[in-house]
């Protein structure tokens, strides 16, 4: 199993960004994909996962509208739109796959992707 996340980039506060997840190696129909970041200094943190099959989506606390999860079953890609970014956004972006429901916790994912870094600065 292959997670690649890409996507990311310097942008200035204010901007947009949208991060891709390909995966491939097996049948994911029965996975939800997942996003978490991670800041200097922090610990991973869960952003948005959604359920391959379904199509639910579930969203952190702190997201507020600003991010979408989606996904393109036809390239097997998860995306992550970021708008409105903010310098608190930075941080490295991962993709992760774990078998049935989402979750919260990043221990409960079995894959993970190399990630990608975000940086919000002027």
């Known amino acids: 199993v292959q997670l690649q996340a890409s996507g990311g980039g310097l942008v200035q506060p204010g901007g947009s960004l949208r991060l891709s997840c390909v995966a491939s190696?097996?049948?994911?129909?029965?996975?939800?994909l997942g996003w978490f970041r991670q800041a200097p200094g922090k610990e991973r943190e869960f952003v948005a996962a959604?359920?391959?099959?379904?199509?639910?989506?579930y969203y952190a606390a702190f997201v507020k509208g600003r991010f979408t999860i989606s996904r393109d079953n036809a390239k097997n890609t998860v995306y992550l739109q970021i708008d409105s970014l903010k310098p608190e956004d930075t941080a490295v972006y991962y993709c992760?796959?774990?078998?049935?429901?989402?979750?919260?916790?990043?221990?409960?994912?079995?894959?993970w992707g190399q990630g990608t870094q975000v940086t919000v600065s002027s």
């Open positions: 992760g796959a774990r078998s049935g429901t989402y979750s919260g916790s990043y221990d409960d994912y079995e894959y």
């Open positions: 190696g097996r049948t994911f129909s029965s996975y939800s």
């Open positions: 959604i359920n391959w099959r379904r199509g639910e989506q």
